[in-house]
């Protein structure tokens, strides 16, 4: 599914959107007719209200969409994408700017609007189409949207059709679009070439366990960005129960959000020397799966004591890692749907990430502020190092009691960068109730965010 403004400006109608303090000033100026129709009608102007305004004979004269007030706006995302699906098949243009907000951000949301997850099932998303607002740079808006659908369809997509084979055919195909390189390491050669956490908690999968780096760019700061690619979590052998398994389709959603990221990248040709990096496994039980009990070697050189198999992001995301800081590039971000306690502590809505770097901080707060896609600081706390210390090993991969359970996975991750910049966000990936412009199902988190905040703390 490719998400694009409309092409057909002549057929377009035009469109009034009007926030709820503005609606008597601009009812003033409509003719009679126009004012009694939209009057009789209930009309308020509240957020995602819509509808036809009929001239002479019934044509369509211009359509009005309401815009809300600020209270009610606070209160979701993408205001305008509401109206776009509560209107009827068609194209539109703004007919006036917008009362509040990011013109970009909201015909980024109108654009989201149209998407649907429909590879297994006729599904689709709004019919209402947009014309590109003026100021708004399309190829940007466009690329920033497909990329979104991209993210969402490898998360939605189930583990019988996203595996590591299939996660790995999806980096080819993006490397591929955009010419970058692309090259993996499957199974054993993992071992040779000193990848031991991600073989152990991969290799009691039918689909080996690999590790997928993508390059591309020749100039500018080097940026690198990892992701979780565990395209099923079971568990392990401290299996999951039901209620806790049935999502984890969407324990990729790291790396299918990094992939995302590297899209908008290419697409608008930042001036960036890009490396993805994704650990792509399935957590699955076999005979030969990594067990309780059993210390593991690390690329870095590190031992890890396993006491639950179920924290296995934490354990190929490090070996990545630390091959991400042997070049010592200017920034290192890794994403993953990393804890449960993430999602207990700040909820589906947003992403909670780590840093020591107060400059990169403030730049992804402002950043996700400006363009709706908002995150949330959470600390690096140094009391909580010694829980990670389990005495037998240098790490334990998974503490006892829990507490504080998002921290000392990140904790447990920063022992394997020494670079001073770099950038944890512990997803979720899911939006678990359909809003505007974001369906129930796979969601980018923190991607937009970044990218806005890219010029700024790569000073680009
Ligand atoms: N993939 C899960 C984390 C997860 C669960 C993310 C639910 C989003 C929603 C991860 O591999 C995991 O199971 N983590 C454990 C770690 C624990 C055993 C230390 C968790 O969070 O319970
Ligand atoms: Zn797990
Ligand atoms: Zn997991």
Request: aromatic fraction near 6%; hydrophobic fraction near 45%.
């Amino acid at each position: 599914m490719t998400l694009r403004f409309a092409t057909d400006p002549e057929n377009a109608i035009p469109l009034y959107v009007i926030s709820t303090d503005a609606l008597d000033e601009w009812l003033k100026g409509r003719s009679d007719s126009e004012r009694n129709w939209i009057t009789a009608t209930g009309f308020r102007a509240s957020t995602g209200s819509a509808m036809l305004v009929p001239g002479n004979n019934g044509v369509v004269a211009f359509a009005v969409a309401g815009f809300g007030d600020a209270k009610s706006r606070s209160r979701g995302r993408f205001p305008l994408a509401t109206a776009a699906k509560s209107l009827p098949k068609g194209t539109y243009h703004l007919a006036k700017d917008l009362p509040y907000g990011d013109i970009e951000t909201e015909a980024l949301g109108w654009l989201l609007s149209g998407y649907a997850f429909d590879r297994y099932h006729k599904n689709s998303g709004s019919k209402a189409r947009l014309v590109c607002p003026d100021g708004v740079d399309a190829t940007k808006v466009e690329a920033i949207a497909n990329a979104e659908a991209l993210t969402r369809d490898l998360i939605n997509t189930p583990a019988s059709d996203m595996g590591p084979d299939a996660l790995e055919a999806a980096a080819r195909d993006l490397a591929a679009a955009f010419n970058s390189t692309i090259s993996v390491i499957h199974g054993d050669d993992l071992l040779e070439q000193n990848f031991p956490m991600i073989h152990a908690v991969g290799r009691a999968s039918d689909q080996a366990p690999r590790l997928i780096e993508m390059r591309w760019g020749q100039k500018g700061p080097k940026l690198t960005l990892v992701g979780k690619g565990v395209c099923f979590d079971t568990g392990g052998l401290n299996l999951k129960p039901g209620a806790s398994m049935g999502l984890m389709k969407k324990d990729m959603g790291g790396a299918a959000t990094v992939l995302g990221l590297a899209r908008m990248i290419m697409a608008l040709n930042l001036p960036i020397q890009l490396r993805v990096l994704i650990p792509a496994v399935e957590n699955a039980v076999s005979s030969n799966a990594f067990r309780p009990g059993d210390i593991l070697d690390s690329r870095k050189g590190l031992t890890v004591e396993i006491n639950n198999t179920d924290a296995e992001g934490r354990l190929v995301l490090a070996d990545a890692l630390a091959l991400a800081d042997e070049e010592n590039p200017d920034l290192i971000i890794s994403m993953a749907t990393l804890t449960g306690a993430a999602r207990v502590a700040v909820g589906p809505d947003l992403s909670p990430y780590y840093t020591d770097d107060e400059g990169i901080s403030s730049a992804l707060i402002t950043a996700g502020t400006e363009i709706s896609d908002p995150v949330w600081r959470m600390p690096f706390w140094e009391p909580y190092e010694k829980m990670i210390e389990p005495g037998i090993a240098d790490l334990d991969n998974a503490p006892k009691g829990g507490f504080a359970g998002s921290i000392t996975a990140a904790l447990f991750l920063r022992r394997f960068v020494d670079n001073p910049r770099y950038t944890h966000f512990d997803i979720y990936g899911w939006n678990p109730a359909a809003a505007p412009a974001r369906p129930k199902g796979g969601v980018g988190m923190g991607a937009r965010a970044l990218l806005q905040a890219l010029p700024k703390i790569l000073e680009l």
